[in-house]
């Protein structure tokens, strides 16, 4: 999956328009940090949500970690898959470890998010630990 059409928040949220919706997740580099997630907790369906709302959780063996929304909109869907199986999330952050699906209450509000450079500048130095 390519980033290029993605846009990233600086609380390490993707998210991507797909046919006038928005898939909304967590990066690559967020899901590194956490290791092992073993829990998931999302949004209500229908429920409205503005920018930088606390939507989701995501829970790993090393700590909780809210998910905030990237955009304003309406949460059209959720990854119920991720109940079961949340290490999908650290298999593949960017394709089946999707979290929600927004309706957006202005799409255009996505060009105000890093692109992926952007946000790829502003991670921390890896350290080699």
């Not at 209500?44 to 909109?73: R, T």
């Amino acid at each position: 999956m390519s980033t290029s059409e993605m846009r990233f928040t600086r609380a390490h949220c993707w998210i991507r328009l797909e046919g006038g919706r928005a898939v909304v997740g967590i990066t690559d580099y967020a899901q590194e940090q956490m290791s092992d997630l073993t829990f998931v907790e999302l949004p209500e369906v229908g429920e409205q949500v503005e920018a930088e709302d606390e939507v989701a959780v995501v829970e790993s063996v090393k700590a909780a970690n809210d998910v905030f929304a990237p955009i304003a909109g309406t949460i059209v869907e959720v990854n119920e898959a991720l109940l079961e199986q949340p290490e999908l999330v650290n298999q593949d952050p960017f394709g089946k470890g999707w979290l929600f699906k927004m309706a957006p209450a202005d799409p255009a509000e996505i060009d105000d998010l890093l692109d992926a450079d952007a946000y790829e500048a502003q991670l921390p130095l890896d350290d080699d630990e």
